[in-house]
């Protein structure tokens, strides 16, 4: 492997660009027309532009993305998470092509990529999953015959989801046929299947989910686990390696049964079993994402494993053991806090536009993964995460210590930011404590509302020649 294009934007596409750098392979950006002044683009050895900003014309665009990995000449093909990281299709062309597809192989996405059939199929290999459909519900009234078997609350998910999308919880039966025709046209229009299916849900559940990377001989090595339960709307805001409720028995049996399970699949490159933790301590199948995750850096950081590298030498044909050294374990504390523009405090609106000013923290222990800088004009096409904050220390304390200091340090101005949120996560005794589920942050915006004026820096005006008031600071 000599050239690698990468099909993503943002910070992922500079991760991989820096990975890509190290291991002396050359690299082919590729960007729609709104990310020409990108960082990806600009450290890359060679960029193509692929289409217009609408992802479904540039970064989803198959035969475009194709045609420039022709073009550039690449051996290899990485697509980050997202856009077309999990398109089976995708990974099939690039194979037609003769470019390596830096991930599973093509059957094991589309198995995977079905969310229902991917938990019968754990289930059949030995992986505890929540009791719920068998097969897709083909109608409400399906729906309504798993609930009298399981009871309420119920949760509505599409098979073909992701990103929190076509996904219902529903708490009585007289809202049961509402839900499902809802969840069914979010699915369909989000995924373009409306199949549904439904597992029980779990009140005050922890996200808990396991790093895995597979070699192509055969051999598969699980990297421990991460705590994701702080959560809006579905979707991860903070992350942690360890998880502040895991023990060691509970880690040792999870990854016994998943290495078995990852090895009868064929599982190969990276990715993310997810889980539900009840409050008895039981662990619940939800899903695989076969792909990179946003949040693999804490993993990087407590195990020492840099995750971006082992793909592309797992692709490479490389031994997992040559590749890893050693046995694997996780050491430290390692916190990631999303940082979003998006603005919390007023039901997480997006806030695109132009970062006037930037200071990112630095220090032992400190890593902030970005592709903005100062001046850079946020587009409203894309995803609204703009950096990751990630904190190491010795222990979970020390990380979390780390963390509201470096929160203090990351200065942002211009728009609205996920910063003060995590000020106030950082602050809270529960979740100093471990104590949280995944109903963390609603509660603590319930509580914390009042105590935030939205108008509080217009309310207390700067003196004149007083530095100006910064954003969440
Ligand atoms: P997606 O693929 O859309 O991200 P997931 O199946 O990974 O959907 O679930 C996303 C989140 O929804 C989980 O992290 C969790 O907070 C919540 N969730 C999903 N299934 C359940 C369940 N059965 N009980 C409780 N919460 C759930």
């Known amino acids: 492997m000599r050239k690698v294009l990468i099909a993503n934007r943002g910070e992922i596409a500079l991760r991989v660009i820096c990975a890509c750098k190290e291991l002396g392979l050359q690299t082919v950006a590729v960007y729609s027309e709104a990310d020409r002044y990108s960082l990806h683009v600009r450290f890359a050895d060679e960029a193509v532009c692929i289409g217009p900003a609408k992802s479904a014309l540039s970064y989803l665009n198959i035969p475009a993305v194709i045609s420039a990995a022709e073009i550039t000449n690449v051996d290899a093909i990485h697509p980050g998470y997202g856009f077309l990281s999990e398109n089976a299709d995708f990974a099939e062309v690039c194979q037609a092509s003769g470019i390596r597809f830096i991930g599973p192989r093509p059957e094991v996405i589309r198995l995977m990529g079905l969310k229902e059939r991917a938990r019968e199929e754990m289930k059949r290999l030995g992986v505890a999953i929540l009791p719920g459909s068998e097969g897709i519900l083909k109608h409400a009234a399906e729906a309504q015959e798993v609930a009298a078997r399981i009871g309420y609350p119920m949760i509505l998910k599409a098979s073909a989801g992701g990103g929190g999308r076509g996904m219902r919880v529903v708490r009585d039966a007289a809202d049961l046929a509402g839900q499902f025709t809802q969840a069914q046209n979010e699915a369909q229009a989000a995924c373009a299947c409306g199949d549904l299916y439904s597992e029980k849900y779990i009140e005050r559940a922890r996200h808990i989910e396991f790093q895995v990377l597979g070699d192509e001989h055969g051999e598969i090595e699980i990297l421990g686990e991460r705590e994701c339960s702080v959560q809006r709307r579905h ?19 999870a990854s016994g049964a998943l290495k078995k399970a990852l090895k009868a699949i064929g599982y190969t490159n990276a990715g993310t079993v997810e889980f539900i933790l009840d409050e008895d301590g039981n662990l619940y199948f939800i899903e695989v994402n076969a792909r990179i995750q946003v949040e693999h850096p804490v993993t990087e950081a407590v195990t020492g494993v840099d995750l971006v590298k082992a793909q592309l030498r797992i692709a490479m044909g490389q031994k997992l053991h040559e590749i890893l050294g050693g046995p694997v374990e996780m050491r430290g504390h390692a916190i990631e806090c999303r940082i979003n523009a998006e603005d919390p405090f007023n039901n997480f609106q997006p806030s695109p536009g132009r970062i006037e000013f930037l200071h990112v923290p630095g220090g032992h222990g400190v890593r902030v993964d970005t592709h903005v800088y100062g001046g850079y004009v946020i587009p409203p096409h894309y995803d609204s995460m703009i950096a990751k904050l990630i904190c190491y220390g010795s222990d979970r304390r020390v990380a979390l210590d780390r963390m509201a200091r470096a929160l203090d340090e990351l ?63």
């Open 235 to 253: 979707q991860k805001l903070i992350e942690e390696a360890p998880s502040p409720v895991m023990t060691p028995k509970l880690r040792k049996r």
């Open 411 to 473: 200065i942002i101005r211009g728009i609205k930011t996920t910063i003060p949120l995590h000020k106030l996560t950082l602050k809270d005794p529960n979740f100093r404590r471990g104590r949280y589920s995944t109903n963390f942050v609603d509660r603590l915006l319930a509580a914390s509302q009042p105590l935030v004026p939205p108008k509080a820096q217009e309310l207390t005006p700067a003196p004149a020649g007083a530095p100006e008031k910064i954003e969440g600071v």
